[in-house]
Protein backbone atom coordinates (compact mmCIF):
# COMPACT_ATOMS: atom_id res chain seq x y z
CA UNK A 1 0.00 0.00 0.00
CA UNK A 2 2.84 2.48 0.94
CA UNK A 3 5.04 1.05 -2.12
CA UNK A 4 1.90 2.26 -4.40
CA UNK A 5 1.36 5.80 -2.32
CA UNK A 6 4.85 6.34 -3.13
CA UNK A 7 4.54 5.26 -6.82
CA UNK A 8 1.62 7.21 -7.15
CA UNK A 9 3.13 10.52 -5.62
CA UNK A 10 6.39 9.96 -7.80
CA UNK A 11 4.54 9.33 -10.84
CA UNK A 12 2.51 12.96 -10.13
CA UNK A 13 5.79 14.79 -9.00
CA UNK A 14 7.18 13.53 -12.88
CA UNK A 15 4.34 14.60 -14.23
CA UNK A 16 4.26 18.05 -12.56
CA UNK A 17 7.81 18.28 -14.41
CA UNK A 18 7.22 17.87 -17.46
CA UNK A 19 4.43 20.06 -17.51
CA UNK A 20 6.81 22.62 -15.85
CA UNK A 21 8.68 22.03 -18.92
CA UNK A 22 6.78 22.25 -21.66
CA UNK A 23 5.33 25.51 -19.83
CA UNK A 24 8.78 27.14 -20.43
CA UNK A 25 9.22 26.19 -23.96
CA UNK A 26 5.42 27.16 -24.78
CA UNK A 27 7.18 30.29 -23.32
CA UNK A 28 9.99 30.57 -25.53
CA UNK A 29 9.78 32.35 -28.62
CA UNK A 30 9.65 30.79 -31.96
CA UNK A 31 12.97 31.05 -34.22
CA UNK A 32 12.23 29.39 -37.64
CA UNK A 33 15.51 28.36 -39.82
CA UNK A 34 16.31 26.38 -42.65
CA UNK A 35 19.17 24.58 -41.81
CA UNK A 36 20.55 23.45 -45.21
CA UNK A 37 22.74 26.26 -45.53
CA UNK A 38 26.37 26.13 -44.42
CA UNK A 39 28.13 27.89 -42.92
CA UNK A 40 25.16 30.04 -41.35
CA UNK A 41 22.94 26.78 -40.33
CA UNK A 42 23.41 23.20 -41.35
CA UNK A 43 22.69 19.87 -39.19
CA UNK A 44 25.52 19.03 -37.42
CA UNK A 45 25.73 15.03 -38.62
CA UNK A 46 27.57 14.27 -35.55
CA UNK A 47 25.06 15.77 -33.04
CA UNK A 48 22.07 16.40 -34.90
CA UNK A 49 22.23 19.77 -33.50
CA UNK A 50 21.32 23.03 -35.56
CA UNK A 51 24.87 24.60 -35.94
CA UNK A 52 25.94 27.88 -37.67
CA UNK A 53 27.15 31.58 -37.76
CA UNK A 54 23.14 32.49 -37.26
CA UNK A 55 22.74 29.87 -34.26
CA UNK A 56 26.12 31.32 -32.84
CA UNK A 57 24.86 34.95 -33.49
CA UNK A 58 20.91 34.11 -32.35
CA UNK A 59 22.20 32.44 -29.34
CA UNK A 60 24.34 35.57 -28.34
CA UNK A 61 21.43 38.36 -28.98
CA UNK A 62 19.14 35.72 -27.12
CA UNK A 63 21.68 36.02 -24.22
CA UNK A 64 22.15 39.70 -24.28
CA UNK A 65 18.29 40.50 -24.51
CA UNK A 66 16.86 37.51 -22.24
CA UNK A 67 15.12 36.00 -24.64
CA UNK A 68 14.55 32.55 -24.40
CA UNK A 69 14.37 30.93 -27.99
CA UNK A 70 13.91 27.49 -29.44
CA UNK A 71 14.87 26.80 -33.19
CA UNK A 72 12.58 25.35 -35.36
CA UNK A 73 13.88 23.54 -38.50
CA UNK A 74 11.46 24.92 -41.32
CA UNK A 75 12.52 24.54 -45.44
CA UNK A 76 12.79 27.78 -47.04
CA UNK A 77 9.59 28.26 -48.98
CA UNK A 78 7.48 27.64 -46.23
CA UNK A 79 9.59 29.88 -43.95
CA UNK A 80 9.00 32.83 -46.51
CA UNK A 81 5.76 32.11 -45.97
CA UNK A 82 5.02 31.06 -42.22
CA UNK A 83 6.60 34.31 -41.39
CA UNK A 84 4.17 36.61 -43.35
CA UNK A 85 1.31 34.74 -41.27
CA UNK A 86 3.21 34.97 -38.19
CA UNK A 87 3.72 31.39 -37.52
CA UNK A 88 7.18 32.02 -36.02
CA UNK A 89 7.98 34.81 -33.98
CA UNK A 90 11.61 35.38 -35.46
CA UNK A 91 13.20 33.48 -38.27
CA UNK A 92 17.00 33.30 -38.55
CA UNK A 93 18.46 31.65 -41.70
CA UNK A 94 20.52 33.94 -44.07
CA UNK A 95 17.87 36.14 -44.68
CA UNK A 96 18.24 38.88 -47.33
CA UNK A 97 16.65 42.08 -46.61
CA UNK A 98 14.50 42.71 -49.80
CA UNK A 99 11.99 45.26 -50.71
CA UNK A 100 8.85 42.65 -51.20
CA UNK A 101 10.00 40.72 -48.64
CA UNK A 102 9.74 43.75 -46.23
CA UNK A 103 5.78 43.89 -46.82
CA UNK A 104 5.45 41.36 -45.45
CA UNK A 105 7.44 40.65 -42.62
CA UNK A 106 10.23 42.69 -40.48
CA UNK A 107 13.35 42.85 -40.49
CA UNK A 108 16.27 43.38 -37.83
CA UNK A 109 19.14 45.97 -39.42
CA UNK A 110 21.78 43.97 -41.80
CA UNK A 111 24.03 41.98 -39.42
CA UNK A 112 26.50 40.50 -42.44
CA UNK A 113 26.68 41.19 -46.40
CA UNK A 114 26.66 38.33 -48.87
CA UNK A 115 26.49 38.70 -52.54
CA UNK A 116 25.36 35.86 -55.43
CA UNK A 117 28.16 34.31 -56.92
CA UNK A 118 28.55 31.56 -59.87
CA UNK A 119 29.63 28.00 -59.38
CA UNK A 120 30.29 25.42 -62.07
CA UNK A 121 31.65 22.42 -63.10
CA UNK A 122 35.25 21.85 -62.57
CA UNK A 123 35.87 21.29 -66.05
CA UNK A 124 33.99 23.78 -67.42
CA UNK A 125 36.04 26.89 -68.83
CA UNK A 126 32.69 28.62 -70.93
CA UNK A 127 31.41 30.34 -68.07
CA UNK A 128 33.94 32.44 -66.39
CA UNK A 129 31.12 34.75 -64.34
CA UNK A 130 27.31 35.83 -64.80
CA UNK A 131 27.58 37.26 -68.31
CA UNK A 132 28.73 33.95 -69.05
CA UNK A 133 25.05 32.24 -68.15
CA UNK A 134 22.98 33.70 -71.32
CA UNK A 135 20.87 30.58 -72.38
CA UNK A 136 21.77 28.44 -69.99
CA UNK A 137 20.42 26.03 -67.13
CA UNK A 138 21.06 27.29 -63.84
CA UNK A 139 19.87 26.20 -60.31
CA UNK A 140 18.90 27.62 -57.50
CA UNK A 141 17.10 27.22 -53.91
CA UNK A 142 12.99 28.04 -54.19
CA UNK A 143 12.49 31.66 -53.67
CA UNK A 144 16.01 32.66 -52.87
CA UNK A 145 17.49 35.67 -54.06
CA UNK A 146 19.75 33.61 -56.66
CA UNK A 147 16.72 31.66 -57.69
CA UNK A 148 15.69 35.73 -59.03
CA UNK A 149 19.09 36.64 -60.24
CA UNK A 150 19.08 32.77 -62.31
CA UNK A 151 15.33 34.42 -63.82
CA UNK A 152 16.82 37.53 -64.66
CA UNK A 153 19.26 35.96 -67.03
CA UNK A 154 18.30 36.20 -70.43
CA UNK A 155 17.19 33.15 -72.03
CA UNK A 156 18.05 31.30 -68.83
CA UNK A 157 15.92 28.16 -67.58
CA UNK A 158 15.84 27.73 -64.28
CA UNK A 159 15.78 24.89 -62.20
CA UNK A 160 14.94 25.15 -58.69
CA UNK A 161 15.04 22.84 -55.49
CA UNK A 162 14.01 22.82 -52.05
CA UNK A 163 17.72 22.76 -50.83
CA UNK A 164 20.87 24.22 -52.45
CA UNK A 165 22.24 20.51 -51.33
CA UNK A 166 20.06 19.30 -54.41
CA UNK A 167 21.03 21.85 -56.70
CA UNK A 168 24.81 21.26 -55.80
CA UNK A 169 24.37 17.95 -56.72
CA UNK A 170 22.94 17.99 -59.76
CA UNK A 171 25.48 20.41 -60.80
CA UNK A 172 28.27 18.23 -59.78
CA UNK A 173 26.63 15.52 -61.75
CA UNK A 174 26.03 17.25 -65.01
CA UNK A 175 22.40 17.85 -64.71
CA UNK A 176 22.39 21.64 -64.73
CA UNK A 177 25.12 24.24 -66.18
CA UNK A 178 25.80 26.61 -62.85
CA UNK A 179 24.00 27.22 -59.52
CA UNK A 180 23.57 30.81 -58.36
CA UNK A 181 24.04 30.91 -54.43
CA UNK A 182 25.51 33.18 -51.34
CA UNK A 183 28.91 33.71 -51.55
CA UNK A 184 30.02 31.87 -48.18
CA UNK A 185 27.49 29.25 -49.01
CA UNK A 186 29.04 28.73 -52.25
CA UNK A 187 32.41 28.40 -51.20
CA UNK A 188 30.71 25.81 -48.23
CA UNK A 189 29.23 23.48 -50.99
CA UNK A 190 32.59 23.65 -53.35
CA UNK A 191 34.50 23.20 -50.26
CA UNK A 192 32.56 19.63 -49.79
CA UNK A 193 32.95 18.77 -53.46
CA UNK A 194 36.20 20.62 -54.72
CA UNK A 195 37.09 17.62 -57.28
CA UNK A 196 33.90 18.62 -59.01
CA UNK A 197 32.75 21.98 -58.42
CA UNK A 198 34.39 25.34 -58.56
CA UNK A 199 33.58 29.19 -57.99
CA UNK A 200 33.81 31.44 -60.94
CA UNK A 201 34.13 35.00 -61.32
CA UNK A 202 33.10 37.40 -58.58
CA UNK A 203 30.00 38.32 -57.01
CA UNK A 204 27.59 39.92 -58.50
CA UNK A 205 24.77 41.33 -56.16
CA UNK A 206 25.03 43.68 -52.89
CA UNK A 207 22.92 42.12 -50.43
CA UNK A 208 22.56 42.01 -46.66
CA UNK A 209 21.43 39.64 -44.21
CA UNK A 210 18.54 40.34 -41.62
CA UNK A 211 16.84 38.50 -38.82
CA UNK A 212 12.61 38.32 -39.71
CA UNK A 213 10.18 38.84 -37.47
CA UNK A 214 6.39 38.77 -37.59
CA UNK A 215 5.30 42.07 -38.35
CA UNK A 216 4.11 44.64 -35.52
CA UNK A 217 6.24 43.13 -32.71
CA UNK A 218 8.28 46.30 -32.20
CA UNK A 219 9.33 45.90 -28.79
CA UNK A 220 11.04 42.55 -29.80
CA UNK A 221 12.75 44.37 -32.80
CA UNK A 222 14.44 46.90 -30.94
CA UNK A 223 15.41 44.56 -28.02
CA UNK A 224 17.13 42.53 -31.01
CA UNK A 225 19.03 45.65 -32.71
CA UNK A 226 20.16 46.87 -29.40
CA UNK A 227 21.64 43.44 -28.71
CA UNK A 228 22.68 43.34 -32.42
CA UNK A 229 24.62 46.88 -32.20
CA UNK A 230 26.23 45.79 -29.01
CA UNK A 231 27.98 42.70 -30.78
CA UNK A 232 28.73 44.22 -33.57
CA UNK A 233 30.50 47.30 -31.55
CA UNK A 234 32.26 44.29 -29.52
CA UNK A 235 33.66 42.85 -32.97
CA UNK A 236 31.55 39.74 -31.93
CA UNK A 237 30.27 39.35 -35.75
CA UNK A 238 33.72 39.81 -36.90
CA UNK A 239 34.70 36.73 -34.80
CA UNK A 240 31.76 34.58 -36.30
CA UNK A 241 32.89 35.76 -39.76
CA UNK A 242 36.84 33.68 -39.14
CA UNK A 243 35.02 30.97 -37.05
CA UNK A 244 32.65 30.03 -39.75
CA UNK A 245 33.83 30.98 -42.99
CA UNK A 246 37.32 29.90 -43.08
CA UNK A 247 38.80 31.46 -45.83
CA UNK A 248 35.41 32.01 -47.64
CA UNK A 249 35.85 35.82 -46.90
N1 LIG B 1 20.23 34.95 -48.94
C1 LIG B 1 19.37 34.22 -49.81
C2 LIG B 1 17.96 34.75 -49.72
O1 LIG B 1 17.62 35.44 -48.83
C3 LIG B 1 19.37 32.73 -49.55
C4 LIG B 1 19.02 32.35 -48.16
C5 LIG B 1 18.72 30.88 -48.02
N2 LIG B 1 18.76 30.52 -46.64
C6 LIG B 1 18.59 29.27 -46.19
N3 LIG B 1 18.75 29.03 -44.92
N4 LIG B 1 18.28 28.31 -47.01
O2 LIG B 1 17.15 34.46 -50.55
Known sequence: ????????????????????????????????????????????????????????????IAERAGLEINYQNVSWDPLLAGMA????????????????RAEAFSFSDPYINAGQIVVVGINNDTIGGPDDLVGTTIGAQLGTTGAMEAEAIAESSVKVYDTYELAFLDLANGQIDAVIADYPT????????????????????????????????????????????????????DQLVITWYGDAD
Open 1 to 60: MRQKLMILLTTLVVLGLLAACSQADENALVVATDATFPPFEYIDEATKDIVGFDMDLMDA
Open 85 to 100: DCQYDMAISAMTITAD
Open 186 to 237: AVAFVNQNAARLQVVGEVFTDESYGIAFCKGNDALIDQVNAALAELQAEGFI
